[in-house]
C-alpha cells in the first residue's frame, strides 16, 4: 500500500468567519488554530499546509475569565540590555485590540517556518467589517 501525499492543487481551502464579541479568549484561539493546521479535515498532514483560511471579527470584545484582565502578562525583548517589555492583557487589547488573540493563536501553532506559514491564513479584525465578503466565508460557531 502505498502513502498517498496531498499536492498543493489538490487542497482546497475554505473560509471561515468566528465573531468573537463575548467568547473566552482561549476558546476561540483553539479552535481558529484547529482549523487553520487541517485537523478537522480527512486529508490533514502535519508536514503541510493542508488547513482553511479563518477571518476573526470584534477581536476587541474577546473576554478573558477570573483575574487574567490584570495577571495575565505579555512580555517581549526588544533586544538591548534591560529591554523586556511586559504588558497587562488590559494594556495591550487597549494598544492592539488584535494582539492577545493573534500571540495566544500562533502559540497553539508549530514554532517553525511552517507555523509562520500557517499564520498568514488567519486575519483579525477588531470591528464587525471585513474585506473578505468575495471569498464567501462561512460562519464557524465556537
Known amino acids: 500500500m502505498k502513502t498517498i501525499f496531498s499536492k498543493p492543487a489538490d487542497i482546497k481551502n ?6 468573537a464579541s463575548g467568547k473566552t479568549l482561549g476558546r476561540v484561539a483553539a479552535k481558529a488554530a484547529s482549523v487553520l493546521r487541517g485537523k478537522h479535515k480527512a486529508t490533514y498532514e502535519p508536514n503541510t499546509v493542508c488547513g482553511d483560511c479563518i477571518v476573526i471579527i470584534n477581536a476587541e470584545k474577546i473576554e478573558v ?6 495577571g495575565m502578562k505579555y512580555r517581549h525583548y526588544t533586544g538591548f540590555i534591560g ?6 492583557f488590559d494594556t495591550l487589547i487597549g494598544k492592539n485590540p488584535t494582539e492577545p488573540l493573534r500571540r495566544t493563536i500562533a502559540g497553539m501553532l508549530p514554532h517553525n517556518r511552517l507555523g509562520r506559514k500557517i499564520l498568514g491564513n ?15 466565508p462561512k460562519p464557524l460557531e465556537v
Open 14 to 19: 475554505e473560509w471561515y468567519v468566528i465573531d
Open 65 to 70: 475569565t477570573g483575574k487574567k484582565h490584570e
Open 83 to 88: 529591554g523586556l517589555r511586559e504588558y497587562s
Open 122 to 136: 488567519l486575519k483579525i479584525y477588531a470591528g464587525s467589517e471585513h474585506p473578505h465578503a468575495a471569498q464567501n
